[in-house]
Nanobody
Framework: QVQLVESGGGLVQTGGSLRLSCVFS????????MGWFRQAPGSEREFVAVINWSGGTTYYSYSVKGRYTISRDDAKNMVYLQMNSLKPEDTAVYYC?????????????????WGQGTQVTVSS
C-alpha cells in the first residue's frame, strides 16, 4: 500500500518562500505520477502542480505558474513543491497525491493515493 507523508508547511509572510516535501513509500515511486493539490476552507480541492513519472512533464495552475516549482527525486522517493512569492490567497492545506498511471494528471479524481496534508498559512 502506498503511503504519502507531507512536511514543510507553516506560517510565512507575504512574499516569503516555503518548500513542501512528500515522501512516498510502499511501491516503486518511479512508476507514479505525482501531484500537489490544495484546499482552502469552504473551497474544493484544487490542482496546483503535477509531474509525470519521468519528471519530463509538469503542469501548473495559472495562479501559481512562475512562482511554484514541482520536482521529484527518485533516489529519495521524494516530491517537492518550492513555493516563492507567497500570497495570502495561497493559504490552504496542501496535499501530495500519487497516480499509478504515471501521468501528470490535473484532476484530483485521477489520483489513487493521498497524503494527510500540510497547512500553509500566508499572513498579509
Amino acid at each position: 500500500q502506498v503511503q504519502l507523508v507531507e512536511s514543510g508547511g507553516g506560517l510565512v509572510q507575504t512574499g516569503g518562500s516555503l518548500r513542501l516535501s512528500c515522501v512516498f513509500s510502499g511501491r516503486t515511486f518511479s512508476l507514479y505520477g505525482m501531484g500537489w493539490f490544495r484546499q482552502a476552507p469552504g473551497s474544493e480541492r484544487e490542482f496546483v502542480a503535477v509531474i509525470n513519472w519521468s519528471g519530463g512533464t509538469t503542469y501548473y495552475s495559472y495562479s501559481v505558474k512562475g512562482r511554484y516549482t514541482i520536482s521529484r527525486d527518485d533516489a529519495k522517493n521524494m516530491v517537492y513543491l518550492q513555493m516563492n512569492s507567497l500570497k495570502p490567497e495561497d493559504t490552504a492545506v496542501y496535499y501530495c497525491a500519487a497516480n499509478l498511471a504515471g501521468r501528470a494528471h490535473m484532476s484530483p479524481d485521477d489520483y489513487d493515493y493521498w497524503g494527510q496534508g500540510t497547512q500553509v498559512t500566508v499572513s498579509s
